[in-house]
Nanobody
Framework: VQLQASGGGLVQAGGSLRLSCAAS????????MAWYRQAPGGHRELVAR???????TYADSVKGRFTISRDNAKSTVYLQMYSLKPEDTAVYYC??????????????WGHGTQVTVSS
């Protein structure tokens, strides 16, 4: 299974970006999908998560500005980011939980995409 993320870049404060992450390979379904980020010198933190049925969770710092969504037919998760701030600057990673069998899930990570917000 591979996760391919795209959509990062450089944007001015107040701008918007849309990240995409597609899962491919030997998979029948995808359980939870999520976006994490890691700023320079910081730890990796959860930005947003979406379950297979569309239930979403957001970090407090992005509520009201970011929207996570998914297209199950394409095994793809999106992160629409509005009103970006310099503190949103980080490498963004997608994560997908793939069923191994009827009980176990295995996490897979994308390679990361850089988001830089200038002031």
């Amino acid at each position: 299974v591979q996760l391919q993320a795209s959509g990062g870049g450089l944007v001015q404060a107040g701008g918007s970006l849309r990240l995409s992450c597609a899962a491919s390979g030997s998979l029948i379904s995808v359980n939870n999908m999520a976006w994490y980020r890691q700023a320079p010198g910081g730890h990796r933190e959860l930005v947003a998560r979406i379950t297979s049925v569309g239930v979403t969770t957001y970090a407090d710092s992005v509520k009201g500005r970011f929207t996570i969504s998914r297209d199950n037919a394409k095994s793809t998760v999106y992160l629409q980011m509005y009103s970006l701030k310099p503190e949103d600057t980080a490498v963004y990673y997608c994560k997908a939980d793939i069923p191994v069998d009827s009980i176990r899930l295995r996490p897979y990570w994308g390679h990361g995409t850089q988001v830089t917000v200038s002031s």
